[in-house]
Nanobody, 123 residues
Framework: QVQLVESGGGLVEAGDSLRLSCVLS????????MFWLRQAPGKEHEFVAG????????YYGDSVRGRFGISRDNAKNTVNLQMNGLKPEDAAVYYC????????????????WGQGTQVTVSS
């Protein structure tokens, strides 16, 4: 059974930092590119960040580039999202997703999704 389990969400103030984590089980983690997306109420899913299966390459959405950092630990089957300088507009449910040896920016391109973790940013 394949599972993606996110953790680390919570309520923070604007300017604070938060670190999200996602663990993939049931598949060989190093075969999967990993991604973070988010969805705010009433909005479409937004690409946040991605890392290739090798971990060599990282990709960011325009709204978070320079503030967020994605990293992966293949020994722990974990991908992390370090979020710095949080803004109220970063508030959303953050989802972890995985794609077998392929990159993608759209929801339809991913093989597996997590249940999401809520991030709330107060102004």
């Amino acid at each position: 059974q394949v599972q993606l389990v996110e953790s680390g969400g919570g309520l923070v103030e604007a300017g604070d930092s938060l670190r999200l984590s996602c663990v993939l089980s049931g598949r060989t983690f190093s075969d999967y590119a990993m991604f973070w997306l988010r969805q705010a109420p009433g909005k479409e899913h937004e690409f946040v960040a991605g890392t290739s299966w090798s971990g060599v390459n990282a990709y960011y959405g325009d709204s978070v580039r320079g503030r967020f950092g994605i990293s992966r630990d293949n020994a722990k089957n974990t991908v992390n999202l370090q979020m710095n300088g949080l803004k109220p507009e970063d508030a959303a449910v953050y989802y972890c997703a995985a794609r077998y040896r392929g990159l993608g920016y759209e929801r339809s391109e991913y093989d597996y999704w997590g249940q999401g973790t809520q991030v709330t940013v107060s102004s």
